[in-house]
């Protein structure tokens, strides 16, 4: 069967990205000097902050650099680097850091917890480019689903074509949503960090004794408490009895804001199921866990 490609033009914007919002270990944030980032830290977790280029200060209240002075917090730091590692050494404390970098001060909230990340990728804004984005129309997001799909020759054959693109091979530990009667596992997952769009191949595995329908448009894409929606799905819509299918879905930003949204993070994929015949469809109600990667 021919898969239909289905264009959804998004007619709302995906929420802004807030730091304290996700529960995701791995995290990316565009620098902004006048946002205050709170960061969860662990006192059995190193958590590391990263710049675009090295770092000129770091200043903290209630910090220590070796461990053995008195402090709230455990601060690493070597002059010309670009990162800066955090350690809790106390239960429930906070404390503000603030970094030098560029000429700007940027401001971190710290504060002691059970569920830490474990990197911040800070990114510079429009330091590619002095023009605006493209705006992402039909045609530009079909252009990013073929590239996509010629990715590996592409790699070979022209390289410079692919440099921008940021890939995670999942062939081999899949991102696996265990849905019940049905299975999607996200086998790669890539990254158009200009367009600020992902796009993700799936496999979608129908477990049951009847065909499942569904509407590939509203398929949900979720990162911790966020979900997307696709902007461009190429799904088939009915998938047989004890069959599988492989696909593609492409998720990208709001007109009012962007998802910043990292590759390590772990996605779970849910279908929009519609009973035979309707055209109506609603996400899965039951819960789904991803299936843990090795360490």
């Not at 940021?166 to 949503?177: A, G, I, K, N």
């Not at 910043?260 to 109506?280: C, E, H, I, M």
Request: charged residues 20%; glycine residues 4%; contains cysteine.
């Amino acid at each position: 069967m021919n898969r239909l490609v289905r264009l959804v033009l998004l007619t709302l914007p995906l929420s802004a990205f807030v730091a304290h919002a996700s529960e995701q270990r791995v995290q990316d944030f565009a620098l902004d000097d006048h946002t205050v980032y709170t960061i969860p830290v662990s006192g059995a977790r190193v958590t590391t902050i990263s710049f675009p280029s090295p770092i000129a200060a770091v200043d903290g209240a209630m910090t220590t650099a070796d461990g053995k002075t008195p402090g709230l917090f455990q601060i690493a730091h070597t002059k010309g680097t670009a990162y800066v590692s955090l350690r809790a050494l106390a239960k429930d404390a906070t404390t503000n850091l603030n970094v030098r970098w560029n000429n700007r001060t940027y401001v971190f909230e710290l504060h002691e917890s059970a569920e830490p990340w474990y990197s911040v990728v800070l990114q510079g804004k429009g330091e590619k480019s002095i023009h605006s984005p493209r705006p992402l129309t039909p045609s530009r997001l079909l252009g990013l689903l073929d590239k996509v799909k010629a990715f590996a020759l592409l790699k070979t054959q022209q390289p410079d074509a692919v440099t921008d693109i940021e890939h995670r091979d999942l062939h081999e530990q899949p991102l696996v949503s265990d849905c019940g009667d049905y299975e999607v596992r996200a086998i790669d997952a890539f990254r158009f960090p200009d367009d600020d769009a992902l796009v993700f191949q799936l496999v979608i595995n129908n477990r049951a004794e009847n065909a499942i329908e569904h509407t590939p448009e509203k398929l949900e894409v979720r990162v911790g408490d966020r979900v997307f929606t696709p902007s461009l799905t190429d799904l088939v819509s009915a998938i047989a009895p004890h069959e599988s299918t492989i696909g593609y879905v492409v998720v990208s930003a709001g007109p009012a804001a962007r998802n910043d949204l990292s590759l390590k993070n772990d996605f779970t994929f849910v279908l929009a199921r519609r009973a035979p015949g309707s055209d109506s469809a609603v996400p899965d109600a039951k819960d789904i866990e991803p299936a843990p990667l090795p360490q």
